[in-house]
Every structure is written in structure tokens, then in C-alpha cells.
């Protein structure tokens, strides 16, 4: 590859990349703390206590 063309792909990805890091990075953050979240978190963390549907193991021992 030329080295022209590796230098431009390298600044770009150095300098859009970060933006493109620290937006998904605000997004997730944003997603964990908004209202209504801890609900969310709570019901997701008992999904593997929930013993409403055993699982079904047949006659495999």
C-alpha cells in the first residue's frame, strides 16, 4: 500500500475513530444510568434465578 494512502487512513481513523469510540462510549453509558433502568437491570439479573420454565433435559444423564 502506498504510503500516502496509509498515512491519510491513519489520521482519519486516529482523529474520526476517537469521535466514533467516545460516541458509543456516552451511549452506553447513557443507556446504564437513564431512567427506568434499574427496573430493567433488576428483572435481567433474576432471569437465571426464574425457575417458571425448567429446562427440559429428556432422558440424557
Same mark, same amino acid.
Given at each position: 500500500? #502506498?504510503? @500516502?494512502i &496509509?498515512?491519510?487512513?491513519? %489520521? /482519519?481513523?486516529?482523529?474520526?475513530g !476517537?469521535? &466514533?469510540?467516545?460516541?458509543? /462510549? !456516552?451511549?452506553?453509558? /447513557? /443507556?446504564?444510568?437513564?431512567? =427506568?433502568?434499574? +427496573?430493567?437491570?433488576?428483572? @435481567? +439479573?433474576r432471569?437465571? !434465578?426464574?425457575? #417458571? %420454565?425448567?429446562? #427440559? $433435559? =429428556?432422558? %440424557? $444423564?
Amino acid at each position: 500500500m #502506498d504510503t @500516502a494512502i &496509509y498515512d491519510s487512513m491513519r %489520521h /482519519f481513523a486516529d482523529s474520526w475513530g !476517537l469521535v &466514533y469510540m467516545m460516541a458509543i /462510549f !456516552l451511549a452506553v453509558v /447513557f /443507556f446504564i444510568v437513564r431512567p =427506568g433502568a434499574k +427496573a430493567n437491570a433488576k428483572a @435481567a +439479573a433474576r432471569i437465571v !434465578l426464574d425457575d #417458571d %420454565h425448567p429446562i #427440559d $433435559r =429428556g432422558s %440424557h $444423564r
